[in-house]
């Protein structure tokens, strides 16, 4: 596998971003000779949290090793502490993560477009917002999974404290107008159930001591009565990277990867 880190300017958040991408390295003859090979890789978009960046991923877990015979693509973008939202008081961030980075991805990297062949997950801040790009554009990915998310966003603007309820208005906007938003992820869920794509893979893990065990449970109650496709689990477990290194495993496992990609040799 090769490790890229990708520097790049975004019109979309008019400044220099960044994202941190895996991929599988070149087919080789037994001579050592790079092969010319036009496959294109099944891709996994990897999201971090609010307090981390692009490179958490790999220094907290061996994703890169995890991914080694799946074959699969990783691209690990960095969104600050923006919740994956159009911020009300700063940059897109959301038109960034759902058509920039994808398109720039596919632009520098033999990575396939295919619905079949993508994914998203992540954790925490990253797990609601891989949920949001499942359920927003369902057509455009084949799963998606959270880890310890932070799926209820009208709960989350309430937390205490003046410099919270700023930096979630500077996100947000008004903090009323957040439940049945495009931010909302049970008005999402409500909202993909009555089109086609119903059936789309959700994964959602949640360790019961986690603070963010009650909206996990609140989200797979709604996606139960809905007819949802979710795949929920929780076990004893708080908010911490030993509990993700391990369930990045198992979501590696649940992703419907195609079998032709899998055990591939490099």
């Known amino acids: 596998m090769a490790l890229i880190h990708c520097n790049f300017y975004s019109p979309v958040l008019d400044l220099s971003s960044s994202m941190d991408v895996i991929i599988p ?62 911020m009300a008081r700063g940059p897109k961030f959301w038109t960034y993560i759902s058509e920039e980075v994808p398109a720039m991805a596919r632009a520098l990297f033999p990575i396939s477009g295919a619905r079949k062949d993508n994914y998203v997950a992540g954790l925490s801040m990253g797990g609601y917002g891989a949920l949001k790009l499942g359920l927003t554009c369902p057509e455009r990915f084949a799963a998606a999974a959270s880890l310890s998310g932070a799926l209820d966003v009208s709960q989350i603007v309430k937390g205490s404290g ?20 495009q931010n909302d992820l049970f008005a999402l ?10 059936k789309i893979p959700l994964y959602t893990w949640c360790g ?26 929780e076990e004893p477990g708080i908010h911490e ?21 899998k055990n591939a040799k490099q």
Not at 189 to 198: D, I, L, Q
Not at 208 to 233: C, H, M, P, V, W
Not at 241 to 261: G, N
């Open 25 to 86: 390295e070149p087919v080789r003859s037994p001579e050592g000779k790079i092969l010319e090979d036009k496959k294109l890789f099944p891709v996994l978009y990897l999201l971090h949290g609010l307090s981390d960046d692009h490179t958490i991923w790999q220094r907290r877990t061996s994703i890169e090793r995890y991914v080694r015979d799946l074959n699969l693509a990783v691209v690990m973008p960095a969104v600050e502490r923006s919740f994956y939202t159009d």
């Open 162 to 181: 003046r410099a919270w309820k700023s930096e979630m208005r500077s996100i947000f906007g008004d903090l009323k107008k957040v439940v049945g938003s």
């Open 189 to 198: 869920a409500e909202n993909v159930a009555r089109s086609k794509w119903k």
């Open 208 to 233: 019961t001591e986690d603070f963010l065990i009650e909206s996990n449970r609140r989200f797979k109650a709604l996606a139960k009565t809905l007819g949802l496709n979710l795949t929920y689990e």
């Open 241 to 261: 990277w030993s509990y993700w290194d391990r369930l990045i495993q198992r979501v590696l496992e649940w992703l419907p990867i195609p079998k032709t990609h």
